[in-house]
């Protein structure tokens, strides 16, 4: 069972949306997904459709001791929902013992899954940090634009921290590029850079900038259920099947009029 954080700097973008359909994907590609929402705000939960309020078996009342009954979404993709609940959790959790690994003891019984997707909050807290202690591997979306990746740094240096002293088996082993528009030279030009730094983890799939993907949650569906034709879907598949290491499916060359991948469709 692989155990995936996907992260990002406070303030970036890109993180749920990724969450929720690398594991629709994944889904796709016959896995068997269950997404962990850990965010207050409840995005990943409100994207596939579920009303945090009507939920009782939500990763608030795991860490409080539930025994957790993830919710099934769709075929082969589970979800253990948030709720605001979730937003008092890192007070409450605070003086706990152990408090650091309270979601690797929840979920420590959990089988039959072959990826569990964490969606983490966007602030770098206890509940990031229990994350981090589950999970095996780390993916960072990363926006293509420069502010995104000159804001990294203290992601990483709490990635390798809780490496250091809680989660020796933890590594960084992907970085999305999420927002891609080859049409604009800052969009080429720092992906240039993210690839120069993080060299072999960037993956060769790109998340190009789709209306669609910004349409899907207010559906409460996935991109695969709201738009599956069009580029949005066809980039997170390609996504899904690179992080489950089956080969690719080559796609058409863009044109050479334009030079350039559609942004949108």
């Not at 594991?23 to 409840?42: E, H, K, N, T, Y």
């Not at 009782?56 to 539930?66: E, H």
């Not at 993709?77 to 690797?104: F, K, N, Q, V, Y």
Request: proline content about 6%; hydrophobic content about 45%.
């Amino acid at each position: 069972m692989r155990r995936i954080a996907l992260v990002n700097q406070k303030g970036g973008v890109g993180k749920t949306t990724t969450a929720v359909n690398l594991s629709a994907g994944l889904a796709r590609l016959d896995r068997r997904v269950l997404l962990v929402d850990l965010d207050p705000q409840s995005n990943a939960t409100v994207s596939l459709g579920i009303q945090p309020h009507e939920q009782k078996n939500t990763t608030y009342a795991i860490l409080s001791g539930a025994k957790p009954e993830p919710l099934p979404v769709e075929e082969n993709l589970w979800i253990l929902p948030s709720s605001i609940d979730l937003a008092g959790a890192e007070m409450e959790l605070a003086s706990a013992i152990g408090r650091e690994t309270i979601l690797r003891d929840a979920l420590a019984d959990l089988k039959g899954f072959d990826f569990v997707i964490l969606d983490c909050t966007p602030s770098l807290g206890l509940l990031s940090i229990n994350a981090l202690t589950t999970a095996g591997e780390v993916m960072i979306p990363l926006q293509c634009e420069f502010l995104a990746l000159h804001g990294i740094s203290l992601l990483l240096r709490t990635v390798e921290l809780v490496k250091r002293r809680l989660n020796p088996a933890l590594s960084i082993t992907g970085i999305i590029p999420c927002m891609y528009d080859a049409r604009k030279s800052i969009a080429r030009e720092t992906l240039e850079e993210i690839e120069t730094h993080f060299k072999d983890k960037v993956f060769k799939s790109k998340i190009r900038t789709n209306v669609r993907l910004a349409e899907a949650p207010s559906h409460g569906r996935s991109i695969f259920e709201y738009a599956p034709e069009c580029y949005g879907a066809e980039d997170y598949l390609a996504l899904a099947r690179e992080v489950a290491g089956i080969e690719a499916i080559p796609r058409a060359a863009p044109s050479p009029a334009s030079g350039a991948l559609p942004a949108v469709q």
